[in-house]
């Protein structure tokens, strides 16, 4: 597709169960990031991919979280043992690496609406 | 205090008022973006700059680095205009370090008309 894809939409899952969100980057950028909007809140960074470079992981909220971006393109963000305050929007944007080294213009997705029971 | 600051958090405005969301941040930056959230939809991104100013539509941003500081304004503004708006900075990338956006807790905007 042209944008950035994600999926599930919505998941609602019982507290202490694995959930795995997806996310199909825009194709050929390089960079992908998580983000998550909990209700009333702002948006907080998560974790950032960039080509094959380590990933910056300083935003994930515990140990629980964990991504994976298989190829250089598809990501995986997966939740163990959901907890209710993980309850969110999870969001996932891509965009690509300027000239300078540095990203451009990010493209979102729609997000996926996490509810934990 | 966090890193990246909006006023106000809430606008009303009539339908054609001028509109201006300001933005300011503590932090060192490559670029700025804003970005506009309509309830219960995805984000779109308005504007990535990275000094003076650009223009899209009724849509204008400005940027001044001394300052550390941005301003969003929408011309003769309309209903539709109702969403959220969000600044958010790009952390200064140091050679393959991170390259993070940290976000302001956006504005709601609602266009009476």
């Known amino acids: 597709g042209a944008g950035v894809s994600q999926s599930p939409s919505n998941k609602v899952t019982e507290k202490g169960k694995d959930v795995e969100l997806r996310c199909d980057p825009i194709s050929g950028h390089t960079a992908l990031y998580w983000y998550r909007q909990s209700l009333g809140q702002g948006l907080e960074f998560l974790i950032y991919?960039?080509?094959?470079?380590?990933?910056?992981k300083s935003g994930l909220p515990s140990d629980r979280f964990s991504a994976e971006r298989t190829g250089g393109s598809v990501s995986t963000l997966t939740i163990q043992r959901t907890q209710q305050e993980d309850s969110a929007v999870y969001l996932c944007?891509?965009?690509?690496?300027?000239?300078?080294?540095?990203?451009?213009?990010?493209?979102f997705g729609q997000g996926t609406r996490l509810t934990v029971v | 205090k966090n890193e990246v600051e909006q006023s106000p958090q809430n606008l009303t405005a009539q339908e054609g008022e001028f509109i201006t969301i300001n933005c300011s941040y503590s932090v060192g930056i490559s670029a700025l973006h804003w970005l506009q959230q309509h309830p219960g939809g995805g984000i779109v991104s308005l504007f990535m700059l990275s000094s003076g100013k650009k223009k899209h539509g009724r849509l204008i941003a400005t940027i001044n680095i001394q300052e550390k500081h941005s301003s969003l304004h929408i011309t003769a503004s309309h209903p539709r205009d109702s969403a959220v708006y969000i600044c958010a900075v790009r952390s200064k990338w140091d050679g393959g370090a991170t390259n993070k956006l940290i976000f302001g807790t956006g504005t709601l905007l609602a266009v009476q008309p």
């Open positions: 944007a891509s965009s690509l690496r300027d000239k300078y080294g540095g990203d451009t213009e990010a493209f």
């Open positions: 991919f960039q080509g094959n470079s380590a990933p910056d």
